[in-house]
């Protein structure tokens, strides 16, 4: 089986051949990262035509890569929601156009699902224990912070979710107040390298049960900024990063980061004392590419010690002896699996292997010349 997949749903024009078991025979990336870093974020409409211009030398380059031609191609699959509007729409558009032109079956899929299977696909023929069922996924990316329950296969309870901002936009927008360049997940992990993750204590929101707020803990890092400057909670946050040294930026980069982890650890945590019967927790989305959360995440887990050889390349077959007799933060029950990080951010690769599933579970396609985007509309 063979399935192109398309993903556009944001700043990253992608394309990717999945094969048998969810392999990845190619995977094509642009990201429009570079013209988005001079705006300090992304412009729908610049980000819409960048679209149109990449997808189709995209699609090209993906069957290429994977020595095939569109007569190898068994199905087509694409994201359809949610995301920005005209991004989403170039993506299914071609997507349509090619699986009508073709003749090829049209997967839809939900670019939420996308990156909770990022956990299910397998690259340069290595493989790894998947998640099991029933498992507790968090998806944290740009534009959402939610916890979800799988019972099984394409089967999603939404059981937490952020009452405000995402937490990846939530980095972003602390990025801003240090001046650390966009996007800022990543600026934030450099900077806090150097930084003390206690140096500044910022407060947890008080929200009982299992849903986020990330908004609150962005203002404390405001106010703690301008207090540590010595300014008036008047002095606007992008004349901030001029009072800082680098010394400070490091520590609230650090302090910073040190927090939100474990706010979504213990919301984890928690998800999991309601879930007893969960096998697997997984996480998924941007944010899940960060360092210190795998850390903390993997540390001590049942195959904690498995995964982090995985990722260092070590092992061909993942066939890793020894690991920790389990108790980490989930305890010794549990599984933690993370996505490698590579497949963290927004690709097809991980469209390719959420169709591979629905395929192999017997979803029907979708209609090709009746496909709507759905640029805000819950998992499914
Ligand atoms: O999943 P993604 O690539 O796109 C969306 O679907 O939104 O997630 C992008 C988000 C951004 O907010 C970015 O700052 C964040 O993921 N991110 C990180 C890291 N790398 C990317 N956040 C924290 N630590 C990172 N290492
Ligand atoms: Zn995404």
Redesign the pocket.
């Known amino acids: 089986m063979k399935i192109l997949a398309i993903e556009s749903?944001?700043?990253?024009t992608a394309a990717a051949v999945i094969g048998d078991g969810a392999e990845i025979l190619s995977n094509v990336v642009v990201s429009q990262v570079d013209i988005f870093a001079a705006y300090g974020g992304v412009i729908p409409e610049v980000a819409a035509r960048s679209h149109l211009e990449a997808i189709l030398p995209v699609v090209h380059k993906a069957l290429d890569d994977a020595r095939l031609t569109k007569d190898d191609i068994d199905y087509i699959a694409v994201t359809y929601a949610p995301?920005l509007l005209g991004s989403l729409l170039i993506g299914t558009l071609t997507a349509r156009m090619l699986a009508i032109l073709w003749g090829k079956p049209l997967y839809a899929v939900h670019?939420?699902k996308s990156?909770i299977y990022a956990n299910w696909l397998i690259d340069g023929g290595r493989d790894i224990d998947r998640p099991e069922f029933p498992l507790l996924a968090l998806v944290?990316?740009?534009?959402?912070t939610q916890i979800i329950y799988m019972p099984g296969h394409n089967q999603f309870e939404i059981i937490g979710t952020t009452r405000d901002d995402?937490?990846?936009?939530?980095?972003?927008k602390v990025?801003k107040i240090l001046g650390l360049p966009?996007?800022?997940?990543?600026?934030?992990?450099?900077a806090a390298e150097k930084g003390d993750p206690l140096k500044y204590h910022l407060p947890h929101p008080k929200i009982d049960g299992l849903d986020f707020s990330f908004s609150g803990l962005k203002t404390a890092v405001l106010r703690a900024v301008q207090a540590e400057c010595n300014l008036p909670i008047t002095t606007p946050s992008y004349e901030l990063a001029g009072y800082l040294t680098e010394k400070q930026k490091a520590d609230f980069a650090a302090s910073f980061?040190e927090t939100?982890c474990n706010i979504l650890l213990e919301k984890m945590q928690i998800a999991l004392r309601g879930h007893p019967e969960a096998r697997s927790v997984v996480f998924?989305?941007?944010?899940?590419?960060?360092?210190?959360?795998r850390e903390k995440a993997l540390r001590g887990a049942k195959n904690g010690l498995k995964h982090e050889l995985f990722e260092r390349g070590g092992d061909k077959n993942g066939e890793v002896a020894g690991d920790e007799a389990g108790g980490g933060i989930f305890g010794s029950e549990v599984e933690v699996f993370f996505p490698e990080?590579k497949y963290?951010?927004?690709n097809a690769a991980m469209v390719g292997v959420a169709a591979y599933y629905e395929i192999m579970s017997g979803v029907g396609p979708a209609d090709p010349y009746d496909l709507n985007i759905m640029p805000r509309v819950p998992i499914k």
Not at 9 to 12: G, I, L, M, N, Y
Not at 286 to 293: E, H, I, Q, R, T
């Open positions: 749903s944001c700043d990253e995301g670019h939420l990156h944290i990316s740009g534009g959402h995402a937490v990846g936009e939530c980095f972003d990025a966009y996007p800022g997940g990543p600026s934030i992990a450099k980061q939100a998924a989305g941007g944010v899940s590419a960060n360092k210190v959360l990080a963290t951010g927004d």
